[in-house]
């Protein structure tokens, strides 16, 4: 760190973090994504933890920002959604981390 430089500075870049990934339930449900690339609307329910609202409310935000596409159908008389991580969506999830990881690697022990 430089002498004009101080801690406060390199924590300024945390202003910055896409807050619409740091939700922790928009954070979760990428991070998911990254790691099986798509998946169906009841296992990212059960892998997160949140109810149905929940996960539909933050599903509609993270497809508003195109970082997920979302397909919906009917299997038979079931309606059948799959969530799909876009690639905006994995460039901005990588952003994040590298961003992150980058403001925490800076901080004193």
Do not use: C
Request: proline content about 3%; overall charge negative.
């Amino acid at each position: 760190m430089s002498g004009s430089e101080t801690h406060g500075d390199r924590l300024a870049s945390l202003v910055d973090i896409d807050r619409l990934i740091h939700e922790p339930a928009r954070l979760t449900i990428l991070a998911f994504l990254t790691v099986v690339d798509s998946a169906d609307f009841v296992f990212l329910m059960r892998q997160t933890g949140l109810t149905w609202g929940n996960l539909s409310s933050h599903m509609s935000k993270l497809e508003e920002a195109g970082y997920i596409q979302v397909e919906k159908e009917f299997r038979g008389r079931k309606p059948y959604t799959m969530l799909h991580l876009t690639q905006e969506g994995r460039v901005a999830f990588q952003e994040y981390r590298h961003r992150l990881r980058q403001v925490l690697d800076d901080l004193p022990d």
